[in-house]
């Protein structure tokens, strides 16, 4: 059979496509971290990852995220969330980073959450 080039290679990356949506989800070797040390020593835009509970809904795409007896605010745009529900109940780990502006508390924008239960 004598295909051309050009169909074979369609073929083929119509076969491997579904790959590149899916995501790892092993350990990560990104330090995990207090939320102790977040609200009293981190900066502006530093990369954080921290387990604890979404707890309360205080705006449009602001939350209550609290960590061994901590609370912090969280930003958390809708497509960050993950595709399956949880509630206050449910262990997460979220990865994002600081905002800290001058004489206010830290809060963190989301980048992902990932359920642990």
Known sequence: MN???????????????????????????????HLKEILEDSKDEQQVR??????????????LFESDNHVISVEIEQEDFPRQEFNETHLIEITGEVDRDKGEQPEIEVDSITIVK
């Open 3 to 33: 295909l051309k080039p050009s169909l074979i290679t369609f073929i083929l990356a119509a076969c491997f496509s579904g790959n590149v949506l899916a995501q790892y989800t092993g350990p990560t070797t990104g330090q995990m971290h």
């Open 50 to 63: 921290i387990k604890g509970y979404l707890i309360e809904k205080t705006g449009d795409e602001t939350y």
